[in-house]
């Protein structure tokens, strides 16, 4: 994934990483976009996951048990026939049929858009079935618009209403397939110390571009114990909160 430089999207994406001021809370995140165009960086673990997916759907392999076979040699489980068995005969996902390039091609590039996003974090053993494909843009929007309606009250401009038009200026929002990620609510980047967050992968096949978008909050008073904390694992109490339950 090559990252773009697009002036409306950078100065947004600046915005995030620094932190708004939301009272007694901080928002942050991350607005990226990405070119399909494989990196040189990005080619080995892409063509790993290409192998590792590859099979998963066909038709299934002779059962193997663990043990000597007739003739005597050790046998075991191959993990395509793990993946195999997992993804359901089939192959199919929320992300399409595992069985068509396409959409091996589409799982890859949201695994390295998000390795190349949170580059302390590695997602590479993420599976289709960790991504939601989104109904529709007014859906997407409604929702973001509502987690954002207290940011936009407390002086830091129309941010919801910039975030749309630069996202439409570079990735045509109406041409977009919309996905999120699942995130793991102990583990990862998107989860780890936050309140709430969301994320959420605008995909135009036609312009090969990934924009990504990411948003989460913390308490300022956890913020401050978490990145004084030896203990990384440390969570929230106050998971699933939005800011209407902050008053």
Not at 63 to 80: E, K, L, N, Q, W
Request: charged share 25%.
């Amino acid at each position: 994934m090559k990252y773009l430089e697009c002036p409306p999207i950078t100065e947004l994406d600046v915005a995030l990483q620094s932190g708004l001021d939301v009272g007694e809370y901080v928002v942050q995140g991350r607005l990226e976009m990405y070119s399909c165009k494989m990196a040189a960086s990005d080619k080995k673990l892409a063509c790993s996951l290409e192998k590792q997916w590859v099979g998963v759907g066909s038709p299934p392999t002779p059962a193997v048990v663990f043990g000597d076979d007739d003739h005597g040699r050790s046998a075991s489980i191959s993990p395509g026939a793990v993946l195999s068995s997992s993804a359901g005969a089939a192959g199919t996902s929320p992300l399409g049929s595992v069985v068509d390039s396409s959409t091996r091609k589409l799982l890859i590039n949201l695994i390295l858009t998000l390795n190349n996003s949170f580059a302390d974090y590695d997602f590479r053993n993420l599976r289709p079935e960790d991504f939601v494909r989104e109904a529709s843009l007014e859906m997407v929007m409604n929702s973001v618009n509502s987690k954002l309606s207290r940011v936009d009250e407390a002086e830091h401009g129309d941010l919801c209403g910039r975030l749309w038009s630069a996202l439409d200026t570079e990735a045509s929002l109406r041409e977009c397939e919309i996905f999120s990620y699942v995130a793991d609510m102990d583990e990862d980047a998107l989860s780890l110390g936050k309140i709430w967050s969301v994320n959420y992968f605008f995909y135009n096949k036609k312009l090969k571009k990934i924009a990504f978008f990411a948003c989460w909050i913390k308490s300022k008073s956890h913020s401050r114990s978490f990145e004084n904390s030896d203990h990384e694992g440390m969570g929230s109490d106050e998971d699933g909160m939005d800011f209407d339950d902050m008053e």
